[in-house]
Nanobody, 121 residues
């Protein structure tokens, strides 16, 4: 069993900051690419940022320069530092990871349950 658990969401004023965490636990051999996605009400889920096991990052244009993705491979944990938050950043944020559970298993994608981020005055 593999679980991804997000934390750190909440209510913040425009211009404020939040840090999201995503911790992977369970039977894990390797974690490859990890990512953050978000889904606003009435909209499709969209990519926010991804990070490889080697630390290469990719960001959606809408968050470049404001959000920073990072990971601690020793802790199987990924982070999203969000600065200069805007009302349009309001969404449920999900973490995603490509995980190999054992040497004789394939690589599968796992999702967390999501954490709500609300940017409002």
């Amino acid at each position: 069993q593999v679980q991804l658990v997000e934390s750190g969401g909440g209510l913040v004023q425009p211009g404020g900051s939040l840090r999201l965490s995503c911790a992977a636990s369970g039977s894990i051999l390797s974690i490859y690419v990890m990512g953050w996605y978000r889904q606003a009400p009435g909209k499709q889920r969209e990519l926010v940022a991804t990070i490889t096991s080697g630390g290469m990052t990719n960001y959606a244009d809408s968050v470049k320069g404001r959000f920073t993705i990072s990971r601690d491979n020793a802790k199987n944990t990924m982070y999203l530092h969000m600065n200069s938050l805007k009302p349009e950043d309001t969404a449920v944020y999900y973490c995603n990871a490509a995980i190999r559970r054992s040497s004789d298993s394939g690589v599968y994608m796992y999702w967390g349950q999501g954490t709500q981020v609300t940017v409002s005055s």
